[in-house]
């Protein structure tokens, strides 16, 4: 009797799944399977599934490890008979389940019954139980279609029920595999909580997908990945880096990919995670860099891991950074087991800092030494060949890109090769003159955001700005950040409107949230904002955006009306709980737009793996007159920190006089921080640094050097290595300005030796880049482009634009001595190039003056003077008077070849004086005397002569020996000069 129930069990299973929905009675299926003929084919189908169900519950009751399921499965002639009673018709079980759903519910709620459980109390073993039974369910209908395929049995059902069995089993199969995630996603709550996604058939179901054009636009998802639609990235030997890393992690090596950002690192993460999930069988536990909290919870993962089926793979973006560091407890409590593999990607900066400081020797010796590092390689032409192919596969469009011409414009760009790639692809061929691809989809974007907009309402660009406030900070878009700006159910339902508007131009659907650009795309975004409306009406906009954000922490009833609009206010609950660290995180999180790093959190030093964003550092204002009001709940460090980042912005951009004004101000009020007096001298220290910096930039360098110097002896009194390179470095600027180019040698070698010793890679980039430019003064042209070459590698590896723009006008200083101007105006070039590029202007208006030397000397004066008079205008726009000093002098060379010397009188008299004013009288001489040597040139004896008496007149002034006597002699030679 208990035998013929069990059969008649897995009777009812299969009825039910696969007429569900269709119309078809499953009464009538149930006596199909039940004829005799099909007896053997169902009874093999119920030993399946009784035996899957036992070795499933006997799995649930290990992992939950309270014994409670132990011997459960052994009593399923009593689940059997429990199942039948009021429903017996004979000898035979009528049908019992309405669908697969139905049969998977009553079947745990039977053994629960049978075995004194209460459910309601204990939903977690419901779901263990639910769990179990669908998988045996599962298993049961893989045996019933391999026993059915081609017989009697698949004729005789079509013809009777005029349903396709194949069709209806591979359907169930889908819904069973559903019910299956729905039922996991419970056990795995806390595994999302702390940002992972497991992947499964339901995910990939559930995702939307856009349009391959706008992927290879903004980048690719999980889904989108899996779908074909990028291109897969293969080394030269046609082996494909995915499937490289898939048989490494496979064989038990786990692994970290490293590479300057917009590398491709995530993208070639995803494709691994896709190809594990397909090639493996197994599980795949994803988590992205943005997920809306730190992973501190290890044990819900543990647990999940444990559970899961299969060789399981576990992917952790950004894993060099405190908030993922969880991740190596994780890995350490894995070490051995050969079914588990960690894959992990980091900036390549950001990977060879030390976590010790977060996680403790042991597991920074764990993280060294048990996760091998797998470093991108760039993308060659033939790469480039493929991914146009690709592009133009998935995409049906035509490129209008060449593989060698893409493949140079990518190494000479190096804006992140990935991204860059795709988006030229996806935008179309980029012309030589005027805007580049990514600006003018920028300007697009604003122009119609503005169309938005009318006098009295600017929330159309004020939710835009918003979205790019986020994007370039790196926080998840989500729904409850963006209905901020809200202040009534008006506005909350019109931001909605917004949202749907900006989709697929601001905005991308996600998983989680929502996408939007690359963080360039931002960075051009502001731009745009300030070119368009002034920096004073920017800021005003700017800073509404940035205080709305910031009431979300503040503000209760902003909360309150945010938590009544959104269904899963993700952040409104995370200041609910954490008021003080949502507030410091969002802060310093805003402010780091301009320059992170938050290992150091007064340092000049950046990271190197992000970019400062120059563009914004008008927005914030100042210590004195910003309209940026940080939340109430920000600690007092937190907000002196908010003071230097804005200082490190007007650094970055040319400004030095704010720059030097925020540092002081600073400074001022280091004393009133309730720190240790230890962490106090630390943090004064990188003032002092900074504000030498900003001093020395002013061309005051005997202040500079002191305050470099006082920064230096409370670097060494606290034992901040880093700190004292960084300052060694900015000694030997000063007296490398002071032409004493062998003191300038020795402390940049200090300085080089400890960032190696650190293995630093951004510092020693600089280091060895103003060694270069020490060996240029001596002369030493080939030892000067070794260095900068050095220098150029080192930035390049870490991805850090802002010193390869640097390095590359260095380049081209040296090419220019050698008189290799075609190779000088390429390098010049270039680093105006990607400059303009990242917002770098001070170093558009030095490459860009550079260009003129270069028209200067092969005499094409006309071309000469309109790049001088360009970068002037750029100069004296950011208070670059040291710069705009040297400019002036080129005009007025220019000026003199022309024969024009009015113009060169009246260039050569403002040049002198703004050197004069910001006290740099030796590099006034210097200037002096190189232009009278070229009116003498020009037959101009007399004003050669009269600005020798001015030099005379400048030596006194100054008290500057031995110069007076060099000007009456040159004065007294051209004199007798026929």
Not at 361 to 385: F, K
Not at 484 to 513: T, V
Not at 590 to 599: E, K, T
Not at 793 to 819: C, K, M, P, S, W
Request: aromatic content about 6%.
């Amino acid at each position: 009797m208990v035998e013929d129930q069990l059969v008649d069990v897995g009777v009812n299973l299969v009825a039910a799944g696969v007429t569900a929905g269709s119309g078809v009675g499953a009464s009538k299926a149930c006596d199909l399977l039940r004829q005799r003929r099909f007896s053997e084919d169902i009874d093999g189908v119920a030993t399946v599934f009784h035996e899957a169900l036992r070795d499933a519950i006997a799995e649930e009751d290990a992992r939950r490890d309270g014994g409670e399921l132990a011997g459960v499965a052994d009593q399923y002639g009593a689940i059997a008979t429990e199942l039948a009673v009021g429903d017996r018709t004979g000898e035979q079980i009528d049908v019992l389940f309405e669908n697969e759903s139905d049969a998977v519910e009553r079947i745990a709620e039977t053994i629960a019954s049978v075995n004194g459980f209460g459910l309601e109390r204990t939903p977690e073993l419901r779901t263990a139980l639910e769990r179990a039974v669908t998988r045996a369910y599962r298993e049961a209908i893989v045996e019933f279609e391999q026993r059915i395929a081609g017989t009697e049995l698949q004729d005789v059902f079509e013809a009777e029920t005029g349903l396709v069995l194949t069709d209806r089993m591979n359907q169930l199969q889908d819904e069973l595999s559903a019910l299956h995630d729905d039922v996991e996603s419970l056990l795995e709550r806390g595994v999302a909580d702390e940002g992972f996604r497991r992947l499964t058939p339901t995910y990939f179901a559930r995702t939307p997908l856009r349009t391959p054009a706008t992927c290879w636009r903004i980048g690719f998802s999980l889904a989108e990945i899996r779908a074909g639609y990028y291109f897969d990235r293969r080394h030269e030997s046609a082996r494909s880096i995915a499937d490289e890393l898939v048989d490494q992690l496979d064989a038990g090596r786990n692994q970290v990919v490293v590479g300057p950002p917009g590398a491709g690192k995530s993208t070639l993460c995803k494709a691994v995670a896709c190809e594990w999930y397909e090639s493996t069988a197994g599980t795949v536990f994803y988590r992205r860099s943005n997920a809306p909290k730190p992973f501190d919870r290890v044990g819900a993962v543990e647990d999940a891991i444990r559970r899961a089926d299969g060789p399981t793979l576990v992917v952790v973006e950004d894993a060099a950074r405190r908030e993922t560091s969880a991740v190596y407890h994780l890995i350490e409590r894995f070490q051995g087991d050969d079914d588990v593999a960690f894959l992990l990607d980091a900036r390549q900066s950001e990977w060879q800092e030390s976590l010790g400081s977060v996680i403790g020797t042991r597991l920074e010796a764990l993280r060294t030494e048990s996760v091998e590092t797998y470093r991108l390689p760039s993308i060659t032409e033939s790469e480039c060949e493929r991914a146009i192919e690709t592009f133009e596969r998935t995409t049906g469009r035509r490129s209008h890109h060449d593989a060698e011409s893409l493949a140079a414009d990518l190494e000479s760009a190096n804006v992140g090769e990935m991204y860059l790639l795709a988006y030229r692809l996806a935008s179309g061929l980029e012309q030589a003159d005027g805007p580049t691809v990514l600006e003018t989809a920028v300007e697009e974007a604003y122009a119609r955001l503005e169309q938005r907009c009318s006098p009295d309402d600017h929330l159309p660009l004020r939710l835009g700005i918003l979205i790019n406030v986020l994007n370039a900070a790196g926080i998840e878009i989500q729904p409850d950040l963006l209905q901020a700006l809200g202040e009534s159910n008006d506005e909350h339902g019109r931001i909605d409107d917004l949202l749907r508007s900006f989709e697929g131009e601001l905005l991308f659907d996600g998983a989680d949230g929502y996408r939007s650009h690359h963080p360039l795309w931002s960075s051009l975004f502001f731009r745009q904002l300030i070119d368009e409306i002034g920096s004073v009406r920017a800021a005003d906009h700017f800073s509404t955006v940035v205080n709305g954000l910031f009431s979300l922490v503040d503000d209760d009833e902003t909360r309150a009306r945010i938590d009544r609009w959104v269904e899963e206010p993700t952040y409104v609950r995370r200041a609910e709980r954490e008021p003080t660290e949502t507030a410091d995180w969002l802060a310093l999180t805003v402010f780091n737009m301009g320059d992170a790093d938050p290992r150091y959190a007064f340092s000049r030093a950046s990271s190197g793996g992000r970019q400062p964003i120059f563009h914004v550092a008008p927005l914030f204002g100042t210590a004195d007159d910003s309209w940026i009001e940080l939340p109430d709940s920000c600690s007092p460090e937190v907000r002196l920190r908010c003071v230097n980042l804005r200082g490190v912005m007007y650094l970055d951009t040319g400004e030095f006089e704010r720059a030097e004004a925020e540092f002081e101000h600073l400074h001022q009020r280091i004393g009133f921080l309730d720190v240790s007096e230890e962490r106090r001298t630390e943090i004064e220290a990188w003032t002092l640094n900074n504000r030498g910096d900003a001093v020395r930039r002013q061309g005051e360098l005997d202040r500079a050097e002191a305050l470099h110097e006082r920064s230096l002896r409370r670097f060494r009194e606290v034992g901040e290595p880093i700190g004292e390179a960084w300052t060694l470095n900015n000694i030997a600027n000063v007296n490398r300005l002071h032409e004493d180019l062998d003191t300038a040698e020795r402390y940049h070698a200090d300085a080089l030796e400890i960032f190696e010793s650190l293995d630093a890679t951004q510092g020693r980039g600089w280091v060895l880049n103003n060694l270069g430019l020490v060996s240029r003064l001596r002369g030493e042209l080939d030892e000067a482009e070794q260095r900068h070459l050095e220098a150029l590698d080192a930035f390049r590896r870490i991805g850090h634009q802002l010193g390869e723009t640097r390095v590359r006008n260095a380049l081209g200083l040296v090419a220019r001595e050698r008189e290799r101007y075609e190779e000088a105006l390429s390098y010049f070039r270039q680093s105006r190039r990607l400059a303009r590029e990242i917002g770098d202007t001070q170093c558009v208006a030095w490459a860009t003056n550079n260009v003129g030397t270069v028209h200067e000397r092969r005499g094409e004066l006309s071309v000469a003077r309109e790049r001088y008079l360009e970068s002037l205008e750029i100069k004296r726009e950011l208070g670059d008077r040291k710069g705009a000093a040297n400019t002036l002098s080129n005009i007025a060379s220019v000026a003199v070849k022309r024969g024009d010397p009015e113009t060169a009188d009246e260039r050569l008299e403002a040049s002198i004086e703004t050197l004069l004013e910001i006290r740099m009288p030796t590099l006034a001489l210097e200037t002096l005397e190189e232009l009278v040597e070229r009116y003498a040139d020009r037959g101009y004896a007399a004003r050669a002569a009269s600005w020798c008496d001015r030099g005379v007149e400048i030596t006194a002034e100054h008290d500057i020996d031995g110069q007076a006597t060099v000007f009456r002699e040159r004065r007294d030679a051209l004199a007798r000069e026929p």
